[in-house]
T-cell receptor, first 114, second 114 residues
Framework: SAVISQKPSRDICQRGTSLTIQCQVD?????MFWYRQQPGQSLTLIATANQGSEATYESGFVIDKFPISRPNLTFSTLTVSNMSPEDSSIYLCSVEDALGQPQHFGDGTRLSIL | QKEVEQDPGPLSVPEGAIVSLNCTYS??????FMWYRQYSRKGPELLMY????GNKEDGRFTAQVDKSSKYISLFIRDSQPSDSATYLCAMSARGGTSYGKLTFGQGTILTVHP
């Protein structure tokens, strides 16, 4: 299965700033997704990153807060904008590859906002 | 009511025990069922996935699905301390070629003590 690398692995940020998280895959994949895992809670899908077009956001998530790019089949970024303490979470990238298996996940970015 | 319910535990068992992890769901559109294992500070790792009602076995792991009852289980035989992790069930309605959005349970924290 595809190997997924996320950067940064963790960060501590100030309120009101923005952070861009990168997801790099070692092979071309058909689908890429961004999830959020809040402390003590399960994973929630933020959006599907579409190659060459705007991401598809889930209910409760908007582009102004979580802009996403996917310029090619191996790379995507998620920006968390104008951060507040409520944005403290683990943000995870996942992919579906050509093998037809369900999504594989990166190790996530652990984000704390002060 | 959450679409997927999973007992968060924690569950503590002795080495060698049989472990049963369970999820219930309310959305009849869910067709694919997955189990992920998540170690501390790591991303979820796909353990098993299945489509049909019935049992699917892979080594010490057995996934069981009962669509009529909207109930899925994961059994771990001869549990080992290395099985200590959080286990997440996930489900997909899957339309077309992609599994799309995965809806996760809350996760069950399992500790296997020597």
């Amino acid at each position: 299965s595809a190997v997924i690398s996320q950067k940064p692995s963790r960060d501590i940020c100030q309120r009101g700033t923005s952070l861009t998280i990168q997801c790099q895959v070692d092979s071309q994949v058909t689908m890429m997704f961004w999830y959020r895992q809040q402390p003590g809670q399960s994973l929630t899908l933020i959006a599907t990153a579409n190659q060459g077009s705007e991401a598809t956001y889930e209910s409760g998530f908007v582009i102004d807060k979580f802009p996403i790019s996917r310029p090619n089949l191996t790379f995507s970024t998620l920006t968390v904008s104008n951060m507040s303490p409520e944005d403290s979470s683990i943000y995870l990238c996942s992919v579906e590859d050509a093998l037809g298996q369900p999504q594989h996940f990166g190790d996530g970015t652990r984000l704390s906002i002060l | 009511q959450k679409e997927v319910e999973q007992d968060p535990g924690p569950l503590s068992v002795p080495e060698g025990a049989i472990v049963s992890l369970n999820c219930t769901y309310s959305n009849s559109a869910f067709q694919y069922f997955m189990w992920y294992r998540q170690y501390s500070r790591k991303g979820p790792e796909l353990l098993m996935y299945t489509y049909s009602s019935g049992n699917k076995e892979d080594g010490r792991f057995t996934a069981q699905v009962d669509k009529s009852s909207k109930y899925i289980s994961l059994f771990i035989r001869d549990s080992q301390p290395s099985d200590s992790a959080t286990y997440l069930c996930a489900m997909s309605a899957r339309g077309g070629t992609s599994y799309g959005k995965l809806t996760f349970g809350q996760g069950t924290i399992l500790t296997v003590h020597p």
